[in-house]
């Protein structure tokens, strides 16, 4: 790990710790949690080093190792991962990493560590690390990380995962850690309580917390659905609209564990109201967005099929779901003259990386997510016209017949063969179809060699991501059903990682449940009858071929789900991950690469284009005359 950093047989001290300046390093950074303090220690060694104080910088590198890693409190075993992982499979620090001498230094300045997000990464790694394991370095960790401040800047700079971490480690103590178990849900549930509008979105993290863990009893579940109440309508009343949903969302979540099903159900029509009062507002506006407001039906649609059948009738909740249909139908229909025309990338590999980097590169998070979704757009029709002038240049190509053969040597589809003067109008569109999808194959790994994967190393090099990140914005699309939406987070996070065996393997049935609920939206049965009389769901590639798909979904959305997910002359990823055929290698292909990305894209246009839409109205109406 010392790399040409430092001789890799030195050998550090306390001594060389304490005269590191390691304090001053990480005074201005620390506030901003450990992404920030890593920064500042490597600047730090980087001078100790020139300033040849050669052991000092080695300190400040392996502190600064240290606090590079992220922290996943989830996983128990191996909490931590790299922030960095490169292409050709290099990454930057995890805890094994260090050496045996590096532990043993850790251990003997541990003791000497005043600073809370330090100490409590140290102790973290000493005991994962130290043979034989040392209770008190689980508790000093605990001590550490609980000692961060329950407020809403420390929380979004990395103090949530300590916490998390924390309790974690408490119940892996068992009863040694008990009374710090009952301090920390204590804590959490004062801070919970004593939260305002003023503190955004901290309410929520902490009762999500509380949730996830079980801090606190039972007596106390009534009085958080209560608080989240109160917050969603002062958020209402600021007209703050994603706040109060997320509140009224958390709320009636925290009713119905408190058992009382006539709340849980208020809360859940108020959300589903949210969803519609936007869609109204978008279709109305001097420049309508029917697309979007489309958008927003849909999601009014799921969250009132989440009203259970005995509060129906309380709130008619049936009766509305037969207007909202009616009124989303009406938004699509309109929504037809939006649609523009996007261009086909270049076909320079050499230009799209330049491209696809500088795209990306220097702007804030959301921006840069935006531009990197943006890098590339298919268009079906271009696909089409190219496939017919190539027949049309080269007529030998698709005139004789044809078998695909898998990589393990089976016949996947087979091509009849078109005619020469259009006597036979199916074989004809079945050549250009399997045309369309050779082109396409090429297109997208291209693209996936010149364009995502270059853009996205500058993501992760400039921007420090997290799985809750991309789970909001899952829970702001109106694509993705509410009860998905942590899977689509941890699906997304793991392809942002590149982890794309983990991605594809989540991506591929939840873009087929995500495809179902939206057919299902519109009154499409996606069932089928067998013969004695079960009904059971049909498959992706099924759903795909019903005879409304192509009215419900976009021309180029329905073609990438079909040549990406369903088609066996295509990438066919729904087929090979449902039935174990996708190889390790495979998963990590430029059609899984690009899969990912495609998701991508699905969950965070919706996001991006109603908020354009909301700041545009909200100019509109700053600077119209009264």
């Given amino acids: 790990m010392s790399g040409a950093r430092f001789p890799a047989d030195l050998e550090v001290a306390a001594e060389h710790f304490t005269n590191s300046g390691w304090r001053e390093a990480i005074d201005g950074a620390k506030r901003e949690g450990y992404s920030a303090m890593s920064h500042a220690l490597t600047g730090a060694a980087r001078k100790a080093i020139l300033d040849d104080r050669t052991p000092e910088g080695k300190v400040l590198w392996l502190l600064s190792d240290a606090c590079s890693m992220m922290l996943k409190p989830e996983n128990h075993n191996e909490p931590f991962k790299p922030s960095i992982v490169m292409s050709d499979g290099s990454r930057s620090a995890l805890p094994e990493d260090f050496t045996d001498a590096d532990i043993v230094f850790f251990d003997a300045i541990l003791e000497h560590v005043d600073e809370p997000w330090l100490k409590g990464r140290l102790a973290d790694i000493l005991w994962l690390r130290h043979q034989p394991r040392n209770p008190d370095h689980a508790l000093a960790a605990i001590d550490a990380y609980r000692s961060l401040a329950l407020d809403t800047q420390t929380w979004v700079c990395g103090s949530c995962e300590c916490w998390g971490r924390a309790i974690s480690l408490s119940k892996i103590m068992g009863t040694a850690a008990d009374v710090r178990r009952v301090e920390m849900g204590d804590a959490v549930l004062a801070a919970f309580n004593g939260t305002t509008v003023e503190d955004g979105f901290l309410a929520l993290w902490l009762s999500d917390l509380i949730a996830e863990h079980g801090l606190v009893a039972k007596e106390h579940v009534q009085g958080i659905a209560e608080k989240l109440e109160q917050l969603a309508g002062e958020h209402d009343a600021k007209g703050e609209l994603p706040k109060f949903r997320d509140y009224y969302e958390r709320a009636a979540r925290w009713y119905q564990w408190a058992k009382d099903k006539a709340k849980s159900a208020e809360m859940t029509v108020a959300l589903a109201e949210s969803w519609v009062s936007e869609a109204e507002f978008r279709a109305s506006a001097g420049r309508p967005g029917y697309m979007v407001a489309a958008n927003f039906y849909e999601k009014a649609i799921q969250v009132y099929r989440s009203v259970t059948r005995d509060q129906r009738e309380a709130h008619k909740v049936d009766e509305r779901m037969v207007e909202l249909r009616q009124r989303l139908s009406e938004a699509g229909e309109l929504s037809l003259g939006e649609m523009g025309v996007i261009s086909a990338p270049p076909t320079d590999i050499t230009e799209m990386i330049k491209d696809s980097i500088d795209a990306v590169r220097g702007?804030?998070?959301?921006?840069?997510?935006?531009?990197?979704?943006?890098?590339?757009?298919?268009?079906?029709?271009?696909?089409?016209?190219?496939?017919?002038?190539?027949?049309?240049?080269?007529?030998?190509?698709?005139?004789?017949?044809?078998?695909?053969?898998?990589?393990?040597?089976?016949?996947?589809?087979?091509?009849?063969?078109?005619?020469?003067?259009?006597?036979?109008?199916?074989?004809?569109?079945?050549?250009?179809?399997?045309?369309?999808?050779?082109?396409?194959?090429?297109?997208?790994?291209?693209?996936?060699?010149?364009?995502i994967l270059p853009a996205q190393e500058i993501l992760m090099q400039e921007h420090r991501l997290r799985e809750a990140d991309f789970e909001w914005l899952a829970s702001r699309s109106p694509l993705i059903p509410r009860d998905r939406t942590k899977m689509w987070g941890?699906?997304?996070?793991?392809?942002?990682?590149?982890?794309?065996?983990?991605?594809?393997?989540?991506?591929?049935?939840?873009?087929?449940?995500?495809?179902?609920?939206?057919?299902?939206?519109?009154?499409?049965?996606?069932?089928?009858?067998?013969?004695?009389?079960?009904?059971?769901?049909?498959?992706?590639?099924?759903?795909?071929?019903?005879d409304k798909v192509d009215e419900i979904f976009p021309p180029d959305l329905a073609f990438e789900i079909r040549a990406l997910f369903c088609d066996s002359v295509g990438s066919n990823l729904r087929n090979d991950v449902a039935h174990g055929l996708i190889t390790y290698t495979g998963c990590f292909s430029a059609p899984s690469i690009y899969a990912w990305w495609f998701c991508l894209r699905l969950v965070f246009v919706p996001y991006w284009n109603a908020k354009k839409r909301a700041e545009a109205a909200a100019d509109n109406e700053a600077t119209s005359p009264d």
């Fill in 363 to 451: 702007n804030d998070p959301e921006q840069a997510l935006h531009a990197f979704v943006g890098l590339f757009r298919i268009e079906a029709k271009a696909l089409r016209d190219l496939a017919v002038e190539t027949i049309k240049e080269h007529p030998l190509a698709g005139l004789f017949p044809a078998a695909m053969i898998s990589r393990e040597g089976r016949v996947i589809a087979k091509n009849a063969g078109m005619s020469l003067d259009g006597s036979d109008a199916e074989a004809d569109e079945a050549g250009i179809w399997t045309m369309m999808l050779q082109n396409y194959g090429l297109t997208i790994s291209m693209t996936a060699q010149g364009s």
């Fill in 490 to 546: 941890a699906a997304l996070y793991a392809g942002y990682n590149q982890d794309y065996l983990t991605a594809i393997h989540l991506l591929c049935p939840q873009v087929e449940h995500c495809v179902r609920v939206q057919i299902k939206n519109h009154g499409v049965t996606t069932t089928s009858l067998d013969e004695k009389g079960i009904e059971n769901e049909i498959g992706l590639s099924a759903l795909m071929k019903l």
